[in-house]
C-alpha cells in the first residue's frame, strides 16, 4: 500500500529565472533520495511558482522493504591468529558492525579470502524518514542569497511556510525554524491561507485558492488563451520560448489581455518596439497574417478577468512612456554622422587596463584582415568586414542604447544603414554578438562570422593578456561563453584557417597593442582554455571520449575539420574497418615513441622491398594527407590512412625494427617517427579503445 505526499516550500517572490531551478533541482534531489532509501513509488511530480515550489509523490509506500547489508573486513590471515582464534581486528570489525564476532562469515574471493558481515536491516517507515528530506528545501544552488530578522539561514526569499504531508499525516519537522504542517497560502491577492487536509487534494485545494501550482499547466493556459487572442482578432504572435518560460514564472493564475499603443511609434524599427516590449516590459508583440508589426500587444497578469480594462490602461500607460523615450533617442542620434559616433568612442572606456572602444574596434579590425587574408576572401568580403569593424561598437556612444542596452548592434545596425553604409556592413554589426547562448542563432554571411569571430577573440586575448581569466564557476566576463561561439561560427562557415593561425593572429595584435601584458604564458593559457572549450563542445555532439582524446592534440588545425575527424571516426567506432586501421597506425605509433632525437631517414640503408614500400606509401601520404586535410576533405584524408594498413603489416612481417645493428635499428626507428608524425595529423590513433 502507498499514500500521496506533498512537500512544499513557501516564501516571498523570487525571481523567474530561479524557479526552475528550484524545481529542478529539487525534484533531483528527491528522486535521489528516494532512490537511496529503498522507498518505491508510481509517480513524482516536480511544481513551482514564484512563492513556492515542491514536489507531489503518487502511492509511495508505507514502509522500506528489509534489506541485507553485507560488508567486506579483513583478511582471514588478518582476522584469525595461527590457532584459529578471532583476533582483535575480526572483534573490532564484528562490534563496528553491530554484530557478534562468531556472527561473520568467510568468503573466498579474487583478491583473497577474506571475513564478512551480514545482517538483515528491517525497513523503516517513511512516515519517519520524510523529515530527512527537509534539509533538500535548502540545498539549491540560487545565485544570490540573503538573510532576514534573526534567522540565521540564508536563503533566496525569506521562508514563510513548510507543507509536508503523507496522506493525510503531517511530517514532524523544520526547515529554517518554520515548522512542518497542513497549511499553505493561496493567490497573494485572491487566495486565502488554507489547510491541505490530505496530500491528494493540495493541487485541486489550491486551484481554488486561484493557485495552478503545475507550471507546464500554466504554460499551456497562457498559450491556449493567446491563441483565442490570435483567432479573435486575426493577428499571429510570435510566442517566443524563453519569453513564455519566464512569464510563466512570474505568474501564478495568468490571465491573457491585449493593449494597444499610438501608431506614432511605428516610426521606430520593429526590433527597438519588440526588444523594448519583451524585456522591459514582457509583452508579446503582435504581428498581422502578413506579417506587418502591429500597434498592439498581448500581456500576461496574475490574477482573474476582474478589472481587465484597468490592467490595460495601466500597461498602456508604462509602454507609452516608454516608448517615447525612444523615439526622442532615436531622433536625437540621428542628428549625428557615422564619423561623429566613431569619434566618441574614444572616450568610452572597455577596460581601464585594456583600453578604448575605438582601440578595440582598431584591433578587431586588424583581425578581420588577417582572418579575410588566411582564408583567401578578397574584394567585396574582406572590405565589408573591415568596415563593419570599424562601425562595430558604434551604438554604444549613442543616447538609444545608453536607456536601452539590449539593443546593442540592433542600433548600430540601424544607424549605418540610415546613414548609408551598405546592406552586408550593417548586416554584420548587428551579428557580430552572435551566438550570445548556447543555442543561440548563428551569423547568416561569412562577414558577420569573421566580425563576430574576430570582436570575440580579442576580448579573451586581451581579457588574458591583463590577467582576467576564468577560474572555477567564475567567469564574469563571459570568455567560457565566447570561445565556445568561436568554436561554433567557424565549424558552421568552415572557416579554412587553422586554430593556430588564429591564436597567433590575436597575440601578434595583442602584443603591438597600447595595453601591457601581464602574462609570459599567454600562448599556452590560450592553448589550454581552447581545448577545454573544444573538448566540451565534442561531448555536446555525442563524440565518445577515446576520441576526443585521440583527436585532440596540438596542432589542432581547421576547427571545422575537427569537428569533421571526429564525426568519421564516431561513424566508424565499432566497425572492424577502423579497427584494423588503428592496429596498423598504433603500431608505427608506438615503435615511434622508442625513437630518440630528430629522424633522419637514409633511404640507401634500406635493405629489403617492404622497407621502400613503406617509405613511398609515406612520401605519398606526405604528400597528400596535410592538403587534404587543410581542404576539409576529412573522409579522403581517412582513406589514404586506410591505404596504409597492409602496406605496414607487410612491413612488420618482413622487418625487425629493433635490429642488432644499430645504424639499420636507428634507421627505421627514424621512418616509424616520420610516418607516425604524419599518422597524428589525423587522429593519435592508439588513444582509441575499440571492442575486441
Known amino acids: 500500500m502507498g499514500k500521496a505526499l506533498v512537500l512544499e516550500l513557501g516564501f516571498e517572490e523570487i525571481p523567474a529565472q530561479f524557479v526552475d531551478l528550484a524545481q529542478n533541482t529539487f525534484e533531483a534531489n528527491i528522486r535521489t533520495w528516494l532512490k537511496e532509501n529503498r522507498l518505491d513509488y508510481d509517480q513524482l511530480q516536480g511544481f513551482s511558482t514564484p512563492r513556492r515550489f515542491g514536489v507531489i509523490v503518487s502511492n509511495l509506500k508505507e514502509e522500506q522493504p528489509d534489506a541485507i547489508e553485507k560488508s567486506r573486513g579483513p583478511a582471514v590471515s588478518i582476522a584469525k591468529d595461527e590457532n584459529g582464534e578471532w583476533t582483535k581486528a575480526a572483534i573490532g570489525f564484528a562490534k563496528g558492525k553491530g554484530l557478534d564476532v562468531d556472527d561473520l562469515t568467510v568468503e573466498e574471493t579474487e583478491q583473497g579470502t577474506y571475513v564478512y558481515a551480514v545482517k538483515k536491516v528491517s525497513g523503516v517507515k517513511t512516515i519517519d524518514l520524510l523529515k530527512e528530506t527537509f534539509p533538500l528545501f535548502l540545498n539549491i544552488p540560487f545565485p544570490k542569497s540573503m538573510r532576514w530578522g534573526s534567522n540565521k539561514t540564508r536563503y533566496v526569499r525569506p521562508i514563510h511556510w513548510l507543507v509536508a504531508l503523507y496522506g493525510d499525516a503531517v511530517v514532524d519537522g523544520s526547515v529554517a525554524g518554520i515548522k512542518a504542517g497542513r497549511t499553505t497560502r493561496g493567490h497573494r491577492f485572491l487566495g486565502e491561507t488554507i489547510d491541505v487536509l490530505h496530500a491528494d487534494e493540495f493541487e485541486e485545494k489550491l486551484l481554488s485558492e486561484y493557485v495552478i501550482v503545475d507550471p507546464t499547466k500554466r504554460q499551456d493556459a497562457i498559450r491556449q488563451q493567446i491563441g483565442l487572442l490570435e483567432e479573435e482578432h486575426n493577428w499571429n504572435v510570435d510566442v517566443e520560448e524563453g519569453l513564455l518560460q519566464e512569464v510563466t514564472n512570474l505568474v501564478e493564475y495568468p490571465t491573457a489581455l491585449f493593449g494597444s499603443f499610438s501608431e506614432e511609434f511605428l516610426q521606430l524599427p520593429d526590433e527597438v518596439l519588440i526588444t523594448s516590449m519583451r524585456e522591459h516590459q514582457r509583452y508579446f508583440a503582435v504581428h498581422s497574417q502578413a506579417g506587418e508589426l502591429l500597434p498592439y500587444f498581448i500581456t500576461v497578469r496574475n490574477g482573474d478577468h476582474r478589472h481587465l480594462e484597468?490592467?490595460?490602461?495601466?500597461?498602456?500607460?508604462?509602454?507609452?512612456?516608454?516608448?517615447?523615450?525612444?523615439v526622442f533617442f532615436y531622433k536625437e542620434d540621428q542628428k549625428h554622422s557615422l564619423d561623429t559616433l566613431v569619434s566618441r568612442m574614444d572616450v568610452i572606456v572597455e577596460h581601464e587596463k585594456i583600453g578604448t572602444i575605438k582601440e578595440k574596434s582598431e584591433r578587431t579590425k586588424q583581425l578581420v584582415e588577417k582572418l579575410s587574408s588566411a582564408i583567401s576572401e578578397s574584394g567585396d568580403v574582406s572590405s565589408n568586414a573591415a568596415r563593419a569593424a570599424e562601425l562595430l561598437k558604434i551604438d554604444l556612444s549613442t543616447n538609444m542604447v545608453d536607456e536601452f542596452p539590449e539593443l546593442q548592434g540592433l542600433m548600430g545596425s540601424d544607424y549605418a544603414n540610415r546613414l548609408g553604409e551598405n546592406e552586408k556592413v550593417a548586416t554584420a554589426i548587428r551579428e557580430h554578438y552572435l551566438p550570445r547562448f548556447v543555442g543561440d542563432d548563428l551569423p547568416t554571411a561569412v562577414e558577420s562570422a569573421l566580425v563576430s569571430v574576430s570582436?570575440?577573440?580579442?576580448?579573451?586575448?586581451?581579457?588574458?593578456?591583463?590577467?582576467?581569466?576564468?577560474?572555477?564557476?567564475?567567469?564574469?566576463?563571459?570568455?567560457?561563453?565566447?570561445?565556445a561561439a568561436i568554436v561554433n561560427v567557424t565549424r558552421h562557415f568552415k572557416l579554412s584557417f587553422t586554430y593556430e593561425a588564429l591564436r597567433d593572429y590575436a597575440i601578434e595584435i595583442s602584443n603591438a597593442a597600447a595595453y601591457p601584458s601581464e602574462t609570459e604564458s599567454l600562448k599556452d593559457d590560450l592553448d589550454e582554455f581552447f581545448k577545454l572549450r573544444l573538448k566540451a563542445a565534442l561531448e555536446e555532439r555525442g563524440i565518445s571520449y577515446d576520441i576526443i582524446e585521440a583527436i585532440l592534440v596540438s596542432p589542432f588545425g581547421r576547427i571545422d575539420v575537427l569537428f569533421d575527424k571526429a564525426d568519421v571516426l564516431q561513424e566508424l567506432h565499432d566497425t572492424k574497418r577502423l579497427k584494423d586501421v588503428t592496429e596498423a597506425l598504433s603500431r608505427v605509433n608506438n615503435i615511434a615513441k622508442k625513437q630518440e632525437g630528430p629522424a633522419d631517414v637514409q633511404v640507401a640503408l634500406f635493405e629489403k622491398d617492404e622497407e621502400r614500400e613503406l617509405y613511398d606509401a609515406y612520401v605519398s601520404l606526405k604528400d597528400a594527407l596535410g592538403v587534404k586535410l587543410l581542404n576539409g576533405e576529412v573522409s579522403s584524408s581517412f582513406e589514404e590512412l586506410e591505404k596504409l594498413a597492409p602496406v605496414i603489416h607487410r612491413y612488420f612481417e618482413g622487418i625487425m625494427v629493433m635490429s642488432d645493428n644499430d645504424q639499420l635499428k636507428q634507421n627505421r626507428l627514424a621512418q616509424m617517427q616520420v610516418l607516425s608524425l604524419e599518422i597524428s595529423r589525423f587522429a593519435q590513433f592508439q588513444a582509441l579503445v575499440l571492442p575486441s
Open 310 to 326: 484597468n490592467i490595460r490602461r495601466g500597461n498602456e500607460k508604462v509602454l507609452r512612456a516608454r516608448l517615447s523615450d525612444g
Open 455 to 483: 570582436d570575440k577573440l580579442d576580448t579573451i586575448t586581451s581579457s588574458f593578456a591583463i590577467g582576467l581569466k576564468p577560474t572555477g564557476s567564475q567567469d564574469p566576463y563571459g570568455l567560457r561563453r565566447q570561445a
